[in-house]
């Protein structure tokens, strides 16, 4: 078989493959003029850059190195990393040769030896991270990308043995998955030690402090993903933690949800939050987080507190409104799905939520290039070449499981036992404006319905004819496992699939998996997992630099087509509707056994309204979990169309963001990459600013709206400028209070937005903004429900604006209200003589709030729950107090 010698490297390219998945020699004193390096060249432990070079001369400790660009620069060798391999050449030698050496005779080494180098020539197989960088080249090092393992044992000892097993492997480059709701809940007796318990996330919070301070593998930091189920009673410290700076700042989180609470939520039902009787005789030796298992053998359950469903699930969607965060795995779903559902149920997902995993369990991930496999003398997908591709794809991840090195016995007892594997893919956006189908398009979705169906029909056909000649993974039962949510779909689509398996049996339980591949695809220039490209030039910050990137197959477009537009086939995450990316996750989960790691991007207006009807609809087309991205909603994000390098930004604590894309590449969640802050859009408003403020007349006309919030009574005065809003007074709470200055500041800000530029739709776009905006608490329900001021202030626009003729509603308010009667509680009137809103009288969610006037913000809890009880000031939500 010949196999042609390609995959030169360029740029970036070059630099992401000399530092994560060449073979690296580890003496970096082993330097010699004519060796190709990578150079730290700015040695700043937040921003720092690497390049790649030649070395042209060494005296003692120092070198002189010729870059790619032709400069020269000084270094020392301890500031060099040096390689064994300097081409994709030979990794893709080295990988062949190591994962055919587990076939048991030398003639059947040889054959599949062949078979893996064509597979990876070219780059038609991207082996995961943990692969490349690994497989040949150390003993130590696992091939596995990430783990789950079991929930914490409810003790000081369990949850240390779970910190150890975290860390280490993490040191060794696996990312972690960890349930925590085995862990009970916040205020709960520990007998033990005659105290309470500090709950499951503050236990979370130590998982994720540890992983920010691991590299992995020595070059990268750890990757955590944190859980918790729906039934437990810290549900709701959990989906809040991150709103809160510095509690869990190393670590994804996602809520594991169940059917049961879709239908709660549907049926605006109470949702009771749970937990076992930790006073039961065998509470200590048996639970283990499974809450179903745990009342099945009769153990019982203790209720803690009932909640709204739907108030619930709206502070989901509210907290990944703002910040992308936490994500929702539809857990009772994906094991209803899960062909282990009768042996190894799923607890939780890896870093990036595309392989949930029992206990024990790892992902075992290569991608499979799908720009590769274009026919253009067809215009057709070349389907031959890619079934080859992808069967053989399959024998090489079933070898990884025999070639890499076990560091738990649990993770070697269980791998063998399921022997489970992950072939995804990348490149499909390429592929498909190749092929001039727009991605999200209705063509787009019968298109990726075949080009799937067909990888998971030869795939599992590959898995049934390894099995004929080794065996089926252990674990196999046809029967039960023929009866499993994926297969019960692909028996119908492939009645072939099920004649295998049940002449041949399987030899792995799953088979493919959706992996981002944010580095891989990166190296190898194509567009990652299955998402369409970021953007078709932008910029991307991370540990090797700030790197300029242009999308080759447009380039080569435009350059072909100077002055023209690109045709619509070309489009970016950003052009699509958020409804097109879960659509487009939606067909390809229907064939993938495991998950998909996908996020649906949406634009800076998007609403809290809309975000809640995505993630229901991801739910009622079969997705397993869902995960979108606001643009603009974090300070950070590692790919920019704006040029706006940043120094002095810290770098990101939460998951690596790529325009919002939950960015682990395949290879355990690299959190380690900087931020790019948009700058360059902040530093043009500076420069008109002063032309576009409007000066205030002496004097304006508007209304005063009284609405009652969490934060007690609030006064919001709107005046008018030319016809529309143009300043935003507010007074809420006592003087001098936290609430009244943070209002007054609100009202500020609001006011100068209102009036620089021209008006346009900025008072929608305002609403649109501060409607929603929720916090501690809320007053009232339906539409009269008032969630903070911020969402008070859009209520108050909203009324001004269905005013028939603002303008002439009462004269009062050129400036805060002087009336002495508007700050003792007696209604403000609009202009027709009514009240001014009807939300005075809604009841409140919040116990006793209608009996206080205003709550101030808690120092310590950051709640609004802060009032004055007998001389001291007290908070209701977490016990502090101080005393005049």
């Avoid at 009667?821 to 006793?848: R, V």
Wanted: glycine share 10%; net charge negative.
């Amino acid at each position: 078989m010949v196999t042609k010698q390609v995959g030169v490297l360029e740029g970036l390219s070059e630099k992401i493959f000399l530092d994560r998945y060449a073979w690296k020699n580890a003496n970096s004193n082993d330097t010699k003029v004519g060796d190709v390096v990578l150079v730290l060249t700015k040695d700043d432990p937040k921003f720092p850059a690497k390049e790649v070079g030649e070395v042209i001369a060494r005296s003692g400790g120092e070198v002189s190195v010729r870059l790619r660009s032709g400069d020269i620069v000084q270094s020392s060798v301890e500031k060099l990393t040096l390689t064994v391999e300097k081409t994709p050449g030979e990794m893709w030698d080295r990988l062949a040769q190591a994962i055919s050496s587990v076939e048991e005779t030398a003639e059947s080494q040889k054959l599949w030896q062949e078979r893996f180098r064509y597979a990876l020539d070219d780059w038609k197989l991207v082996p995961g991270g943990r692969i490349a960088a690994g497989a040949g080249a150390s003993e130590e090092l696992t091939l596995f990308n990430c783990y789950v393992i079991p929930s914490p044992h409810d003790s000081r000892g369990g949850i240390m043995k779970t910190l150890s097993e975290m860390t280490e492997i993490m040191a060794r480059g696996g990312g972690v998955g960890i349930n925590l709701s085995s862990l009970r809940p916040r205020r709960a007796i520990v007998a033990g030690v005659n105290g309470s318990s500090s709950g499951s996330v503050s236990w979370g919070g130590l998982f994720s402090y540890t992983t920010g301070l691991i590299e992995q593998g020595g070059s990268r930091r750890g990757a955590l993903m944190l859980m918790i189920n729906d039934w437990h009673p810290d549900l709701l410290d959990f989906i809040t933690v991150k709103q809160t700076m510095g509690q869990v700042t190393n670590a994804n989180l996602s809520v594991c949800v169940s059917n049961d609470f879709m239908r709660a939520v549907k049926e605006d039902l109470d949702w009771e939050l749970v937990f076992p009787d930790t006073k039961d005789p065998e509470y200590d030796e048996l639970w283990d987080g499974d809450l179903e298992k745990w009342r099945q053998r009769g153990g019982k359950v203790i209720p803690y507190k009932s909640v709204s469903a739907r108030e619930v699930w709206h502070t989901i969607i509210e907290c990944a409104w703002k910040s992308a965060e936490p994500g929702v795995v539809f857990m009772e779903y994906y094991n209803q799905m899960s062909n282990s559902w009768y042996f190894n149920p799923i607890i939780c997902t890896n870093p990036c939520g595309e392989q949930g995993l029992p206990a024990w369990g790892v992902c075992n991930l290569s991608a499979i290039n799908l720009s590769k496999f274009y026919d253009e003398a067809n215009h057709d997908v070349d389907w031959d070449e890619l079934s080859k591709v992808t069967k053989w794809s399959v024998r090489f991840l079933d070898n990884v499981i025999d070639a890499t090195p076990y560091h738990f016995e649990e993770n070697e007892r269980n791998q063998k036992r399921e022997r489970r594997v992950g072939l995804g893919t990348m490149g499909l956006a390429e592929l498909m404006i190749k092929l001039g189908v727009r991605y999200g398009s209705a063509e787009s979705l019968e298109f990726l319905d075949k080009l799937y169906g067909f990888i998971a029909r030869e795939s599992y056909l590959a898995s049934t004819e390894i099995a004929a000649e080794k065996g089926s993974f252990p674990a196999f039962e046809a029967d039960k496992y023929e009866q499993s949510g994926f297969m019960r779909n692909m028996i119908d689509a492939f009645p072939e699939v099920g004649e295998a398996v049940r002449k041949r049996g399987i030899r792995n339980v799953t088979v493919i998996t959706q992996a981002p591949t944010g580095s891989t695809g990166t190296m190898v220039g194509t567009s990652t997992g299955i998402e369409p490209y970021f953007a078709f030039e932008y910029y991307r910050q991370s540990r090797l630099g700030y790197d300029k990137q242009l999308v080759p197959i447009a380039q080569s477009w435009k350059d072909a087509n100077p002055g023209q537009e690109l045709p619509d086939y070309y489009v970016t995450a950003m052009s699509l509707s958020a409804e097109d990316h879960i659509r487009v996750q939606a067909v390809i989960q229907r064939w993938v056994d495991s998950s998909i790691s996908k996020t649906a991007n949406c634009p800076n207006d998007f609403t809290v309204e809309e975000t809640k009807r995505l993630y229901e609809l991801a739910f009622e087309l079969g997705c397993k979990g869902v995960t979108i991205y606001r643009d603009g909603s974090r300070d950070v994000q590692v790919l920019s169309t704006d040029k706006a390098e940043d120094t002095t930004a810290e770098t990101t604590d939460d998951k690596t963001v790529e325009a919002g894309k939950t960015d682990a590449t395949g290879e355990s969640a690299e959190t380690e990459i900087a931020p790019v802050l948009q700058a360059s859009a902040v530093k043009a408003a500076e420069q008109v600013v002063d032309k576009a403020y409007k000066n205030r007349p002496q004097v304006l006309r508007g209304a005063t709206y009284k609405i009652n919030t969490p934060f007690g009574m609030a006064y919001i005065t709107i005046n008018d400028l030319n016809g529309s809003p143009g300043e935003i007074f507010l007074n809420v709470g006592k003087a001098g209070s936290d609430v009244f200055a943070m209002a007054e500041a609100l009202g500020r800000v609001c006011s100068l937005f209102l009036r620089y530029g021209d008006h346009g739709n900025k008072v929608k776009l305002l609403i649109k903004h501060l409607k929603g905006i929720g916090g501690s608490g809320a007053i009232g329900f339906g539409v009269n429900r008032v969630e903070s001021i911020a969402d008070a202030v859009a209520k108050a626009l909203e009324n001004h604006l269905s005013l028939d003729d603002p303008l002439e509603v009462s004269g009062s308010a050129s400036s805060q209200p002087d009336d002495p009667a508007l700050a003792h509680g007696e209604t403000a009137k609009n202009g027709g003589g009514t009240e001014a809103a009807p939300y005075e009288d809604a009841s409140s969610s919040l116990a006793g709030a209608a009996n206080i006037t205003s709550r101030d913000l808690c120092p310590s809890c950051g709640s609004a729950s802060l009032i004055n009880v007998e001389g001291c000031r007290t908070c209701s939500n977490c016990g502090y107090s101080r005393c005049s």
